[in-house]
């Protein structure tokens, strides 16, 4: 059983930067692929970011790619979202989930919210025009 925790968002003007945190409790999570997922009101949950256990590689939605940047610390069992130039349709709940994996495989894969069995609750990304 793994129990993750995001924090880090909050109130954010449009160009601003956030840093998003996935605590891992409960299982080391440092040799499995963490996904970042958003959703915002009335829309489904889409994928944002992975990051593999077995060699660092990422994979990103072509709507952060070159804005966002997914990075882990394996030392402190935690994976962060550095987000750039956010913008208002960057505005939704971010969860942060683990996989049974260790590798991306594909992007079909890794961006798939099947592929990832637990999932943290979430927190508030609200970027202000």
């Known amino acids: 059983q793994v129990q993750l925790v995001e924090s880090g968002g909050g109130l954010v003007q449009a160009g601003g930067s956030l840093r998003l945190s996935c605590a891992a409790s409960?299982?080391?999570?440092?040799?499995?692929?963490v996904g970042w997922f958003r959703q915002a009101p009335g829309k489904e949950r889409e994928f944002v970011a992975a990051i593999s256990g077995s060699d660092g590689n990422a994979g990103y939605a072509d709507s952060v790619k070159g804005r966002f940047t997914v990075s882990r610390d394996n030392a402190k069992n935690s994976v962060y979202l550095q987000m750039n130039r956010l913008n208002p349709e960057d505005t939704a709940v971010y969860y942060c989930?683990?996989?049974?994996?260790?590798?991306?495989?594909?992007?079909?894969?890794?961006?798939?919210?099947?592929?990832?069995?637990?999932w943290g609750q979430g927190t508030q990304v609200t970027v202000s025009s």
């Open positions: 409960g299982r080391t999570f440092s040799m499995y692929v």
């Open positions: 989930a683990v996989a049974r994996s260790s590798t991306l495989y594909s992007r079909r894969y890794y961006s798939s919210t099947g592929t990832y069995d637990y």
